[in-house]
């Protein structure tokens, strides 16, 4: 993929700076750069809110949305990715008819290629007519290499090098999904006949990610649910059954509900997790939601 490619914002000047921020790990189009730390509060106009089209975004792709809401005295704001040095100035536009009063901050964003896959925070915050700024508004995403599969919920596990990594995902009902067991369908009761259809209404693991240290190009796993999911409590554990040379293993799990996110994190698989029994209930806590 090539780089992201940004058109240069005039007649925007809050800590503008002549650098062009083509290597930033956040790209917005028709943006300022602003290089260095994300500004703090200095009790200049808040950031009241902040959305974005979609909860999940393509690393390399500078087509994603945002809308942001200013306080009124708002004249521009800043963008970025807490943690993350260098931000994007953008201008205050007007009012929304949901909003009235109050100005609005529009763009479109991505991340670059080299971008770590996984959950981040984007930032917004607002500034006045003498460049102070105030308390920020933030809204939390994933950045993946490849979109996730379809379903009505889908748990997914991705991680990079060698390492054998195996996803296991408890549903409310208790069953649990794995690579040696790839359904959350519970066991059926002795004597009882058994739905064929069954199978197919319960969470389904789709493939088995390195399995046996046999690489993939990207390893991944996801316990998918096509029809409505059991309401209640989730519980999602990586097990690290080989580290197949590497000296770790860094992972991200993320959860989507039609689409949408609904819970994410980032972890890593050392040596002594390799240590541990592998099977049901195996491996480190990684998510714990409810649906």
Known sequence: MRRLVLLALTGCADH???ERGLDALLQVEGAQFRPGVFPADEGGPAATALSTRHSSIL???LDEELR???APEAHAAVIGIEGAPGAWIVPAGVADFDTPGQPTARAVFGVADDFPPGPFTLVLAASDADGRFGAPATTQLVA???PPPAGTLVIGLVWDGAADLDLHVVDPLGGEAWSDKPNTLPPPVPGEPVDPEEYS???ILDHDGNKDCRRDGRPNEHVI???PPPAGEYVVRVDARSLCG???????VA???DGELVAAARGLSTPEDVLHPHGAGAGVLALRFTQ
């Not at 590497?246 to 991200?252: G, N, T």
């Open 144 to 146: 993946d290499v490849e």
């Open 16 to 18: 503008a700076s002549a």
């Open 59 to 61: 690393t390399g792709r």
């Open 201 to 203: 209404r319960h969470g």
């Open 255 to 257: 959860a989507y509900r």
């Open 68 to 70: 942001g809401v200013l």
């Open 246 to 252: 590497d000296a770790s293993a860094a992972w991200y």
């Open 225 to 227: 649910w096509t029809v």
